[in-house]
């Protein structure tokens, strides 16, 4: 297609996914006129399996809602911001104890009325393969079209780096065995929260014997789809982001890595036995109906018939009928630190900004926060304004800070956490690290609140 001309007040937004249509609602909020492209369903990818904007590929949670956790921090500077889509992720929640988990249809089709219905904002359906040459964000995603790759790359001058991220698999609610499986959050967290989650409780003979079938299960070959962006060709080998493991290759560490990881029993006692299981499958739900539920930590690449065989060893899940596969997809990102400025500019050319999983962050929340920072910022920029980057005393700030300055030689995506924030000092160096987490995140609020509201 052609290179698009951009207005003088208008933002073009490549992606219509969490960080494109937050980045589009902040730039329209701000005065900018926007035109929002979107290239599915007239292409696409290997993972969506719709047209939908804003559409959830792997889990239908944003995160947890505590505030002495990364990505709850996180949540809540985005709801002080005044966030779109976490308005609308709340507006969708299904239960999920102290997680955002949502509704994945209900969720889209909001995102897509209140993008729609903006008088500033325009949509079009088309793959955009070169990069506009007014003010643009690019904000495309893991699954970036192999055009649009090639063009970021000539002119970032960077190759692209990549790795293969997972999607768990998703269950029909009513064929699940209630006779073993049993409704519990960690410790009970919470009246409301009993019944949010789906326990398959384990003994040592059944973990021992799905952990054996697990690894000795047969996978999908990888495809090498990835290409080398600045000769063209194919490109062997595969990259695994460990903080999304295919199950398969966590348990091939050792029997004990899943009972440690997203198998723990602890905080989950059986009602049955009175103690902890000694491993336990959680279920999250999919929908508000509570008819799908999700296998919680199991992405995985095994073969459709494998994830029958293997997945109906788990107590409860015997007779279970999948109504989707996990599976492998693409992801792809910039080294941020050697491209973006702290707003999400890049380095050489100013009208141009990234957001969402391009940028380096992790995570849903981590999507949405960059593209509400990049459509701000494109919009201040287009009006003369000083551009919107809060305090590092802020997830926000803090997360931005280590994208674009972190060493760029062993860079890697990262998720909100309290490791990134700035150390509180005390004077009794013996306090919880939880308490320590309580007050960075007091501390956070207080001064994400301050800087908005004199921001504004």
């Not at 209630?178 to 409301?192: D, L, V, W």
């Not at 899943?258 to 009175?274: E, H, N, V, Y």
């Not at 539920?293 to 994830?307: A, K, R």
Request: aromatic share 8%.
């Amino acid at each position: 297609m052609e290179i698009l001309k951009a207005q003088n007040e208008q933002v073009s937004i490549i992606g219509g996914g969490l960080a494109g249509c937050e980045a589009a609602w902040q730039a329209a909020q701000q005065g900018a006129f926007v035109t929002l492209y979107e290239m599915r369903p007239v292409k696409m990818t290997g993972a969506h399996t719709t047209g939908n904007l804003a559409e959830l590929v792997c889990s239908n949670s944003l995160g947890t809602l505590l505030h002495d956790r990364g990505t709850g921090l996180l949540i809540e500077e985005l709801r002080i911001c005044g966030s779109l889509l976490i308005q609308l992720a709340i507006e969708s929640r299904v239960p999920a104890g102290s997680a955002l988990a949502v509704d994945r249809d209900k969720f889209s089709a909001t995102v897509l009325a209140a993008i729609s219905q903006h008088p500033r904002i325009k949509i079009i359906r088309q793959e955009v393969t070169q990069i506009p040459d007014g003010m643009t964000i690019i904000s495309s995603g893991p699954l970036t079209s192999d055009d649009l790759a090639v063009n970021i790359a000539q002119l970032t001058g960077k190759d692209r780096l990549f790795f293969y991220d997972a999607v768990a698999p998703i269950v029909s609610g009513e064929t699940i065995d209630m006779e073993k499986a049993f409704s519990a959050s960690r410790y009970g967290r919470g009246e409301e929260d009993e019944g949010d989650y789906l326990n398959c409780p384990l003994n040592k003979e059944q973990y021992s014997s799905f952990i054996n079938e697990l690894i000795r299960a047969e996978h999908i070959e990888l495809k090498d789809f990835e290409y080398d962006i600045q000769h063209g060709v194919k490109a062997g080998g595969s990259v695994f982001f460990e903080r999304c493991l295919p199950v398969e290759q966590l348990a091939g560490r050792g029997e004990k890595a899943l009972a440690f990881g997203p198998m723990r029993p602890t905080g989950l006692t059986d009602p049955r036995t009175g103690r902890w299981p000694h491993a336990i499958v959680q279920l999250r739900h999919e929908d508000t109906k509570g008819d799908l539920y999700n296998l919680v930590g199991f992405q995985t690449n095994l073969t459709y018939p494998e994830q029958e065989r293997v997945f109906h060893l788990i107590p409860g899940l015997e007779k279970a009928l999948f109504v989707r596969y996990g599976q492998m997809h693409r992801n792809t990102f910039l080294c941020a630190p050697e491209i973006l400025q702290p707003s999400l500019q890049m380095n050489t050319r100013h009208n141009l900004l990234f957001a969402g999983q391009l940028t380096g962050v992790e995570g849903y929340a981590g999507n949405i926060a960059t593209g509400l920072l990049a459509g701000i910022n494109a919009a201040r920029i287009l009006a003369d304004k000083p551009v919107f980057i809060p305090p590092t005393e802020t997830m926000l700030g803090s997360l931005i800070r280590y994208i674009t300055s972190a060493n760029a030689d062993h860079f890697q995506p990262m998720k909100a956490n309290f490791g990134l924030l700035p150390e509180i000092q005390v004077a009794n160096k013996r306090v919880p690290k939880r308490q320590k987490y309580q007050w960075k995140a007091e501390r956070a609020t207080k001064a994400m609140q301050e800087y908005w509201n004199a921001w504004k």
